[in-house]
């Protein structure tokens, strides 16, 4: 009997330790997502996404006549 009073202690601590982290991660979770998303829409950021984008295209475009693609 007491063994198993021990494994529902254990059960008890764990369900609620997984609660209240559950509640903290996902409220961290939202703070590192809105980060995310401005540091995403940055203006600055956007337009090296796009220069990056542009030499990307252009160095396959060559690749793609070097090969005879």
């Known amino acids: 009997m007491s063994n198993l009073k021990t494994w529902l202690l254990?059960?008890?601590v764990g369900?609620?330790?997984?609660?209240?982290?559950?509640?903290?991660?996902r409220a961290?979770?939202?703070?590192?997502?809105h980060a995310?998303?401005?540091l995403w829409d940055d203006p600055s950021l956007r337009?090296?996404?796009?220069?990056?984008?542009?030499?990307?295209?252009s160095a396959a475009k060559k690749?793609?006549?070097k090969l005879g693609a």
């Open 63 to 65: 690749a793609s006549k």
């Open 36 to 38: 995310a998303k401005e």
């Open 28 to 33: 961290r979770y939202r703070e590192i997502s």
């Open 10 to 12: 254990v059960i008890a």
């Open 15 to 25: 369900l609620v330790a997984y609660v209240a982290g559950a509640k903290a991660g």
């Open 47 to 57: 337009k090296a996404r796009n220069q990056a984008r542009k030499a990307i295209d």
